[in-house]
């Protein structure tokens, strides 16, 4: 049967950052027949205004718990002291879109280099200059990319995507949908062993 695996996530989410590793050998193991399909759900809107000091401190101790919890997810804490925090993820969500249209092998690259430029080279995805670069490092057309980065079609695209998230209940990040035809299931995350939820998808769509 054939069937959509909607992976939910936003490249500054910090568990979307634990999950990654896990997340690759989940989408090479899939069964044939079921495609993986990333959806961005957009954390926190545009802004300016600085992070407050409660919330930079409650981030930070996700870092430390993400840290303790999976072993080998690397964060860099200078982040905090070299870069000025905004609680403001939407442009680094653009930046995939925008990095998408030139190609769709580039959805993930972006999302990659977004995670190592904030998680592990202390920069600031929510500066629009951050993720020019990040496009220029990645051999992309930096002018065009620049110009989708705000244009009005992405910030259409990113709300769209954010729609569907909500169509598919996910209110929080990462997050996996499993849809076949009139069904959704909602698939447990799991950070350490892609195993179980390859398990699970299989038992579903055996059973429908």
Same mark, same amino acid.
């Given at each position: 049967?054939?069937?959509?695996?909607?992976?939910?996530?936003?490249?500054?989410?910090?568990?979307? +950052? $634990?999950?990654?590793?896990?997340?690759?050998?989940?989408?090479? =193991?899939?069964?044939? =027949?079921?495609?993986?399909?990333?959806?961005? $759900?957009?954390?926190?809107?545009?802004? $300016? /205004?600085?992070? =407050?000091?409660?919330?930079?401190?409650?981030?930070?101790?996700? +870092?430390?718990?993400? =840290?303790?919890?999976?072993?080998?997810?690397?964060?860099?804490?200078?982040? +905090?002291?070299?870069?000025?925090?905004?609680?403001?993820? +939407?442009?680094?969500?653009?930046?995939? @879109?925008?990095?998408?249209? /030139? $190609?769709?092998?580039?959805?993930?690259?972006?999302?990659?280099? @977004? /995670?190592?430029?904030?998680?592990? /080279?202390?920069?600031?995805?929510?500066?629009?200059?951050?993720?020019?670069?990040?496009?220029?490092?990645?051999?992309?057309?930096?002018?065009?990319?620049?110009?989708?980065?705000?244009?009005?079609?992405?910030?259409?695209?990113?709300?769209?995507?954010?729609?569907?998230?909500?169509?598919?209940? @996910?209110?929080?990040?990462?997050?996996?949908?499993?849809?076949?035809?009139?069904?959704?299931?909602? @698939?447990?995350?799991?950070?350490?062993?892609?195993?179980?939820?390859?398990?699970?998808?299989?038992?579903?769509?055996?059973?429908?």
């Amino acid at each position: 049967m054939q069937a959509i695996l909607y992976y939910a996530h936003d490249p500054m989410c910090s568990w979307c +950052w $634990g999950f990654a590793p896990v997340l690759r050998t989940l989408a090479t =193991g899939l069964p044939a =027949g079921v495609v993986l399909q990333r959806l961005l $759900g957009g954390l926190a809107t545009d802004t $300016g /205004q600085v992070m =407050g000091r409660d919330m930079q401190e409650r981030i930070q101790a996700t +870092w430390r718990r993400i =840290g303790r919890t999976l072993p080998g997810t690397e964060f860099n804490f200078e982040f +905090w002291t070299r870069c000025v925090p905004r609680r403001s993820t +939407w442009a680094s969500c653009r930046a995939v @879109i925008a990095a998408r249209r /030139q $190609g769709a092998e580039h959805d993930e690259r972006m999302t990659a280099a @977004i /995670q190592r430029a904030y998680y592990t /080279q202390a920069r600031n995805p929510s500066d629009a200059s951050t993720l020019v670069e990040l496009a220029r490092e990645l051999d992309l057309d930096a002018a065009r990319f620049a110009d989708d980065l705000d244009s009005a079609a992405v910030r259409a695209e990113l709300q769209a995507e954010m729609q569907q998230c909500r169509a598919l209940d @996910i209110d929080s990040f990462p997050a996996l949908v499993l849809a076949a035809g009139a069904a959704q299931w909602h @698939i447990a995350v799991n950070y350490r062993d892609a195993a179980p939820m390859l398990e699970r998808v299989c038992d579903l769509l055996a059973a429908d």
